[in-house]
């Protein structure tokens, strides 16, 4: 071929094709770092060369007015009925009427700022603590079996001069965060077994061990309780899931029947609750008593007869039995139409939630109070057997109540941002709207 044009002029051969760097680079890459075709990213390669967002909102949407005043209600009523319940054994004990009021209400001052101040954090900022949570968590319930016992059970830490601290209220939040986390990071794999069932069971089964060498068994269940609607809600495959929640609640059973002491006497003593009514099944049977006595409208706040040392724990586990001998069965059903509205309004917030993270949460902290306040009530009724567990925002516990307002606090901020974009879809609307009427009037005026 010739290599010349017909005035004998060389011919130019074209430029070479410049390629696309980026293809000079994946050429130069070596074949090890090169993704292969088929294959997903790995979870969270993404997030770690995402900038983590800033602590607190520059500009946090409004707080959901009807959960703050439903909340309040409840602390407020909460606190009004634990005076009433704890003054008479508070000036036995203590010779002060208001040993438990005094600290309770400082609690529940402290945990209202704290709940203000945590609804300002972004809460997708506290997912980076979810490992360093979970990780001291294990630790302070491995502490906490050396520290000294408190009714013969190693459930607080307890260090003289310091509020003993229950770690089991800290186990349920470090979940709820920790799961949370995982589980949006998961989302397209929660069908699987190993995401969707195995990885919450292996990460709760070490704390499930340490509260039960407390022993701490009712923390046990609402773990338990805690995950399994998470995982439910979270998008786990629903034939795993009821092999695994069968799985789990036969071992639970198991580990019930076959333990022996307190245990068995709890079993026996939920079947016949008026068998011993002088030593094991004392208490059940006074709160049955105590229920019982107080009618449609109670003997009247102040004037229950059964919180003069008759029963125990009146300002604990068996408040909900003073309130409604007290206030009666209008009193007791006022209290739950609040827990119920509380925690339907937890899940208006989950459903609305900017994200998945947030919806989870929200779903973790409501199932913690709706299953803690279930079990509470179905315990000092005798549908359950006794397991000790408190009633929200009722028992006394100044840690506790300051961790469940804190919690609280977290929903909260959750609200905040999915209240942010409700107005700015609604601005955005009336923006559209009032745009689109401004083009029909002048098209009608011309």
Known sequence: MSTRDISGRPLRRPAPRQAHPGAARAAAAPAAARPRAGRLRPVGASRRKMPWPAMFYKEPGPISGGLLANLLVLLAFGL???????????????????????????????????????????????????????????VLLVAVLFMPPINDVHRWINIKGLPTVQVGEIAKFSIVLLLAMLFEQNRSRM??????????????????????????????????????????????????????????????ALLLITSKGYVQERLSGWLDPFSDVLDSTMQTAQGLYTIGSGGWFGVGLGNSTQKHLWLSEAQNDFIFAILGEELGFVGALLCIALFALLVA????????????????????????????????????????PNTGISLPFFSSGGTSLLLLLGEMGVVFSVSRQANKARDERRARQAEEKARRETHVFRADKT
């Open 191 to 252: 069908h699987n077994f190993r995401q969707g069932i195995l990885l919450p069971g292996v990460l709760l089964l070490p704390i499930l061990v340490l509260l039960r060498l407390e022993p701490h068994n009712s923390a046990m269940i609402l773990m338990c309780c805690i995950t399994a609607t998470m995982m439910f809600v979270g998008g786990a495959n629903l034939m795993w899931f009821g092999l695994g929640g069968a799985g789990a609640a036969g071992g639970i």
């Open 345 to 384: 309004q937890g899940i208006h917030i989950a459903v609305n939630a900017p994200d998945r993270a947030g919806s989870l949460l929200v779903v973790g902290i409501m199932a913690q109070i709706g299953f803690q306040f279930f079990f509470n009530i179905a315990v000092v009724t005798n549908t359950i």
């Open 80 to 138: 009004i009925v634990l005076f009433s319940a704890s003054y008479a054994i508070a000036y036995y004990k203590f010779g002060d009427s208001y040993h438990y009021i005094r600290s309770q209400a400082l609690y529940a001052v402290m945990g209202v700022c704290a709940m203000w101040l945590i609804s300002r954090v972004n809460y997708r900022w506290m997912l980076r603590f979810a490992w360093p949570l979970y990780w001291v968590t294990l």
